[in-house]
């Protein structure tokens, strides 16, 4: 049997049988053709922020079309599945991301507009893309991306704070911008944080519907796995250096070692 859960960096955990709940360990359901990775990615943490911050925070209705979506850190674990979730209720998507290699997957398998923050300048490539301002920004980086967002605020538009990736989440890191704050009220938008363990009792709903979109194709994903838990140190370090494309996964163990 297949368990998830939090028991930290570590090889293996035992726990009593009967009581790995209680150590946050979870049985993965017995889907026919499910990946138990895919229980860390788009049915996970993930996939559940991505929903709930798209849906709620973000306010996308059913039917989107005629909006446009703005994710940052849109080749991400979380923006990957966010941006397709805006995409697959009709909306228009623009992906943030950084270097060649994102944009490629957001403009082909994501089939987002795309904007590489490396090499563009962001904020009049945003209003290439988006002449009439972004009704839903869901940002996953903050600062200077956000900030750039905010240049482009559609009339009562919503941001989704959902992360802070360029912080490294660190005290007194989180620097000084955005500086266009005012924006806020100028266009009438709402800026709200959210934590998807706020919405506990609603999972089978969200559950249920990211699985109607992996099986109707309207959401793919894509992961990196790093062998062994030595690896992991760096392959958290990459996520905040912008290193990933998709879910970085760390394989801790494996039979054969």
């Known amino acids: 049997m297949w368990m998830y859960g939090s028991p930290g960096w570590q090889e293996y955990v035992v726990v009593q049988a009967g009581s790995a709940s209680l150590f946050g360990m979870h049985p993965i359901p017995p889907l026919p053709g499910l990946d138990p990775k895919a229980m860390l990615s788009v049915y996970g943490i993930n996939g559940l922020t991505a929903y709930f911050g798209m849906v709620d925070i973000g306010g996308l209705p ?9 994710v940052t850190g849109a080749a991400g674990g979380v923006g990957s599945i966010a941006g397709q979730i805006a995409r697959a209720r009709g909306a228009r998507v623009i992906g943030v991301a950084g270097g060649p290699e994102k944009v490629r997957w957001l403009t082909g398998v994501g089939r987002f507009a795309a904007v590489d923050y490396r090499n563009e300048d962001v904020s009049p490539r945003i209003g290439e893309l988006a002449p009439d301002g972004v009704d839903v920004v869901f940002d996953n980086v903050g600062s200077v991306l956000l900030e750039a967002a905010m240049d482009h605020l559609a009339p009562h538009a919503r941001i989704v704070l959902c992360g802070g990736v360029s912080s490294g989440y660190r005290p007194g890191s989180y620097g000084e911008t955005p500086r266009n704050l005012m924006n806020l009220a100028f266009r009438r938008a709402r800026m709200e ?37 030595g690896a992991a140190p760096d392959a958290l370090r990459g996520l905040f250096e912008g290193r990933n494309l998709g879910k970085q996964l760390v394989q801790v163990w494996t039979p054969d070692a």
């Open 62 to 70: 059913s039917d989107a079309s005629g909006k446009t979506v703005l």
């Open 193 to 229: 944080g959210f934590i998807f363990l706020d919405y506990v009792d609603r999972f089978p709903e969200a559950l249920g519907q990211l699985l109607a979109w992996v099986q109707a194709g309207e959401i793919v994903w894509h992961e990196q796995v790093a062998e062994r838990l």
